[in-house]
């Protein structure tokens, strides 16, 4: 697990996140660094040449093995002209052009699809070559333990730069399956427009935010946009609570409680109390629990909604032309505000690293699979192009690849993990079993809509993990 709880998280978020987006790199931000966004292989810590040799060592050997080679990919970015799918996209068409002996095919799915048909590959025969994946136990551990993913060597990404930890969730048992895209961080996106519109300033405790509703509510807009069909979002919202109420070894207490299936923190109840509070408040709009995430998205970016509860990685909703300009210039971002009588500040956040590539164990072109998804994660290749084009933050160490044109949501995002004092790691719905996932994300769903107690919920979640 990337990131833990207490004293111990602290210290590690220094090394891990900290080291990655650090205040000096703020600082050159906002100087107007130099770099136009054309580097090439920019030198590390190493020099040129060790880059140069990744690089050749990453794309040759499909040259030199000779032949034509067909790697499937499957993919849960099914927009290859926008966001993360862009980059994937842009990745596969340069490895091409680089080694025209290699032929890409891909399927790209939304992540609710996605995961359905992977199970579906899983138990027949056909299981594509580079898959996407999520570095989390709910995911991982059980797609490990069938043996499905090919065992990567860690000496080959030394270089690499990936934070601290970074790919601790792609690893068990001392072993390496996958690699990590992103460093991701959930808030809450706002619309800066309206906000100022309608009186209305940036919660810093939870009170605020549940004022600002009811301002919203009057203006007749939908305070927050929320994807509860989905259901894992109102999961991480529950994560975020839950560090606000307890605090520094929020992280702790929530494993805790996985693994004794142990709900009487005191910290417990006050969260679904709150949640429900929320959901009652009208905070979210009028069924939210069957709202998709492209409605919900689009509830925000046509300016229905004042804000939007998602990740770092709709970041380049400030860069996406589709959005209307009116819009996606007034674009900011803010932590779960601080709860009253809870333990957490505003600078705890809710951020882990999620999802990534792996290479399935029984590939017939594994090798040629494994050299793809090696170029892939070359710094000067998704970590470069994803920040260049303000798509997310990496799992790597970005800094090199500064432009002095970062969009404000950019550096938004990174002043919010800069500043952070506590951080989440996995979410809470992902720290168990698949069993466990979606006892979590149908309970808190079912329990925001009134067919469920407290007490449900915590028997239903103690349940899952027996």
């Avoid at 998280?9 to 770099?35: F, N, P, Q, W, Y």
């Amino acid at each position: 697990m990337p990131f833990m709880g207490g004293r111990l998280e602290r210290d590690m978020k220094k090394r891990h996140i900290g080291a990655l987006l650090c205040t000096a790199m703020i600082a050159a931000v906002l100087a107007g660094c130099s770099g136009s966004g054309k580097q090439e292989g920019a030198a590390g810590s190493d020099g040129k040449q060790t880059q140069a040799a990744a690089t050749e060592a990453a794309t040759a050997a499909p040259e030199k093995a000779g032949g034509d080679v067909t790697i499937k990919v499957f993919s849960n970015l099914p927009d290859r002209t926008s966001g993360q799918g862009l980059i994937e996209q842009m990745l596969f068409d340069q490895y091409r052009k680089e080694n025209p002996n290699v032929k890409i095919e891909i399927e790209a799915l939304d992540d609710e699809s996605y995961k359905t048909k992977f199970k579906a590959y899983a138990s027949g025969s056909d299981m594509p070559d580079l898959v996407s994946a999520w570095g989390q136990p709910s995911f991982l551990d059980e797609v490990i333990d069938a043996g499905l993913l090919a065992e990567l060597n860690p000496s080959d990404y030394k270089d690499y730069g990936f934070i601290n930890g970074a790919l601790d969730g792609f690893s068990k048992n001392g072993k390496l399956y996958g690699l990590a895209r992103n460093t991701d961080v959930m808030s809450f996106y706002y619309n800066k427009a309206l906000f100022e519109q309608n009186g209305v300033t940036v919660p810093k405790t939870y009170d605020e935010l549940l004022a600002a509703v009811e301002k919203f509510k009057a203006a007749g807009l939908i305070p927050v946009s929320m994807d509860g069909s989905d259901k894992w979002p109102l999961s991480i919202y529950i994560t975020s609570l839950f560090q606000q109420f307890d605090g520094a070894t929020a992280s702790a207490d929530m494993q805790a409680s996985i693994k004794d299936g142990d709900y009487t923190n005191e910290a417990w109840p006050k969260v679904l109390d709150l949640y429900k509070k929320t959901v009652d408040a009208g905070m979210f709009q009028t069924g939210f629990e069957t709202t998709d995430y492209a409605t919900s998205m689009n509830l925000f970016t046509n300016g229905q909604s004042a804000m939007y509860y998602m990740g770092s990685w709709e970041m380049s909703m400030a860069t996406n032309e589709n959005i209307p300009e009116d819009i996606r210039k007034n674009i900011g971002v803010f932590s779960m505000p601080s709860v009253t009588g809870g333990k957490g500040t505003i600078t705890d956040i809710t951020a882990w690293n999620g999802g990534g590539h792996a290479v399935t164990a029984n590939s017939p072109v594994k090798e040629e699979a494994i050299k793809l998804l090696n170029y892939m994660y070359l710094p000067e290749n998704w970590s470069k192009l994803c920040w260049e084009n303000g798509v997310c933050m990496s799992a790597q160490d970005f800094s090199k690849y500064l432009t002095g044109k970062e969009t404000s949501l950019q550096l938004e995002f990174v002043d919010m993990v800069n500043n952070s004092t506590n951080i989440s790691g996995t979410t809470f719905n992902d720290r168990g079993t698949n069993a466990f996932k979606t006892a979590c994300e149908d309970s808190f769903v079912e329990f925001a809509i009134g067919k469920l107690t407290p007490d449900d919920v915590f028997n239903k979640l103690a349940a899952a993990m027996k």
